[in-house]
């Protein structure tokens, strides 16, 4: 079974700029969460969302937003890029099943850098 | 004072040597705790996932969850060089995100 794929890999960036970065889960999976991950703050969470649906949202700007499509795929968009947006960003999904902790499977990322 | 606390290093250690990890938290309504392993520019793989207090083993890993001191441990026996990584821990309450800690960087040098 594919794992959980991430596009572009990499990216550069100006200030000022937007970015959308695209996630697509693994097959069967309906949740698919949003992290940012920098050296300083480590694994951060944007947003989590299920069935088309944004279900958690983390503690970021509202320049950091989020999709779901029918088939589970997954879009973020940041706008209005800054520096301190340079960031891996990583995408898991999970199978969102009823009760307990569902487990996460994360992507290789899109490390973004802004200049 | 941050919900989940882990120490960076880096950690250095003999091939063969038992390595122990640690995070501790504040959150006493956290009831899932997972170790996560981290290869550099690779996203996050799950090692071990314990829900509530006690102890699991996996092979030469042992997840353990001590509720009552906030603190959770992963111990890696007979390290191997393969071992080298980011070792993340995370936690979280039923129905909210994961929280990580900031990842344990370990070198196993053979």
């Known amino acids: 079974k594919a794992g959980v794929t991430q596009t572009p890999r990499y990216l550069i960036k100006t200030r000022g700029q937007q970015v959308t970065l695209s996630c697509s889960p693994i097959s069967g999976h309906r949740s698919v969460s949003w992290y940012q991950q920098t050296p300083g703050q480590g694994l951060q969470f944007l947003f989590e969302y299920f069935s088309e649906t944004q279900r958690n949202k983390g503690n970021f700007p509202g320049r950091f937003s989020g999709r779901q499509f029918s088939n589970s795929r997954s879009e973020m968009n940041v706008s209005t890029l800054e520096l301190g947006d340079s960031a891996l960003y990583l995408c898991a999904s999970s199978l969102a099943v009823a009760g307990g902790l569902e487990t996460q499977y994360f992507g290789p990322g899109t490390r973004l850098l802004v200049l | 004072q941050k919900e989940v606390e882990q120490d960076p290093g880096p950690l250095s250690v003999p091939e063969g040597a038992i390595v122990s990890l640690n995070c501790t938290y504040s959150n006493s309504a956290f009831q899932y705790f997972m170790w996560y392993r981290q290869y550099s520019r690779k996203g996050p793989e799950l090692l071990m996932y314990?829900?509530?207090?006690g102890n699991k083993e996996d092979g030469r890993f042992t997840a353990q969850v001590d509720k009552s001191s906030k603190y959770i441990s992963l111990f890696i026996r007979d390290s191997q060089p393969s071992d080298s990584a980011t070792y993340l821990c995370a936690m979280a309450k039923a129905g909210t995100a994961l929280i990580f800690g900031k990842g344990t960087t370990l070198s196993v040098s053979s």
């Open positions: 314990t829900y509530s207090s």
